[in-house]
């Protein structure tokens, strides 16, 4: 089974491209979802008392938790040393069921998969793109969304144009979705479809 990474920066469309592939039947894994999950479950406990008052009525508060951590490298390391491991936990027992179902391709949609070393763990990486003013639009336009906020976000980001060195396909949602769409295809016939180690050229399945 191909394992592919799925990443992009902030406002690049990176949930509606995870949707393309979900519609053409290939298993996708939100790690966001996952840490929501997580922040209702067994994520409470410890990030409450890494954080005191973070929890409401049994929930972690992502807003209140954000103010907490944004901005604080020390913080967020914190953070990410009890969330990371939880996360993968629910990965692993993703890609085990995606195996068990005769998956032939299966998707890591991992915001910061370059940051966090996650492209170590994939076959292949495939990066959502789009031009800068596209990306600026997108995001300002999203609700309690602030030019400061952007730029932090932006900070802990990978610049988009090393990504897209990095990896082995882009798919532009700059030039609307139903070309990128189109890319989605392309890349699960690639991966998944008949021939697909010779068409992956030199990307090799373990």
Same mark, same amino acid.
């Given at each position: 089974?191909?394992?592919?990474?799925?990443?992009?920066?902030?406002?690049?469309?990176?949930?509606?491209?995870?949707?393309?592939?979900?519609?053409?039947g290939? @298993?996708?894994?939100?790690?966001?979802?996952? #840490?929501?999950?997580l922040?209702?479950?067994?994520?409470?406990? @410890?990030v409450?008392?890494?954080?005191?008052?973070?929890?409401?009525?049994?929930?972690?508060?992502?807003?209140?938790?954000?103010?907490?951590?944004?901005?604080?490298?020390?913080a967020?390391?914190r953070?990410?040393?009890?969330?990371?491991?939880?996360?993968?936990?629910?990965?692993?027992?993703?890609?085990?069921?995606?195996?068990?179902?005769?998956?032939?391709?299966?998707?890591?949609?991992?915001?910061?998969?370059?940051?966090?070393?996650?492209?170590?763990? #994939?076959?292949?990486?495939?990066?959502?793109?789009a031009?800068?003013?596209?990306?600026?639009?997108?995001?300002?336009?999203?609700?309690?969304?602030?030019?400061?906020?952007?730029?932090?976000i932006?900070?802990?980001?990978? @610049?988009?144009?090393?990504?897209?060195?990095?990896?082995?396909?882009?798919?532009?949602?700059g030039?609307?979705?139903?070309?990128?769409?189109?890319?989605?295809?392309?890349?699960?016939?690639?991966?998944?479809? @008949?021939?697909?180690?010779?068409?992956?050229?030199?990307?090799?399945?373990?």
């Open positions: 089974m191909w394992v592919l990474g799925l990443t992009g920066s902030i406002g690049m469309g990176k949930s509606a491209t995870a949707r393309m592939f979900r519609a053409l290939v @298993p996708v894994h939100d790690a966001d979802a996952s #840490v929501h999950a922040y209702r479950g067994v994520a409470v406990a @410890p409450e008392a890494a954080f005191p008052g973070v929890a409401r009525d049994g929930v972690i508060d992502r807003a209140a938790l954000g103010a907490r951590v944004l901005g604080d490298a020390e967020m390391k953070l990410e040393a009890i969330v990371h491991p939880l996360v993968r936990e629910a990965e692993t027992a993703f890609l085990a069921k995606a195996r068990e179902s005769g998956a032939r391709l299966a998707v890591l949609d991992i915001p910061l998969l370059f940051e966090t070393g996650g492209d170590r763990r #994939v076959h292949a990486v495939a990066v959502v793109s031009s800068k003013p596209v990306q600026r639009e997108r995001v300002l336009g999203r609700e309690g969304m602030t030019e400061e906020k952007f730029e932090t932006l900070a802990k980001q990978m @610049p988009d144009a090393e990504k897209r060195r990095r990896a082995h396909f882009v798919i532009d949602t030039r609307g979705f139903a070309a990128a769409e189109h890319q989605v295809a392309g890349i699960v016939r690639a991966l998944a479809g @008949p021939g697909r180690q010779e068409k992956a050229g030199a990307l090799r399945e373990i």
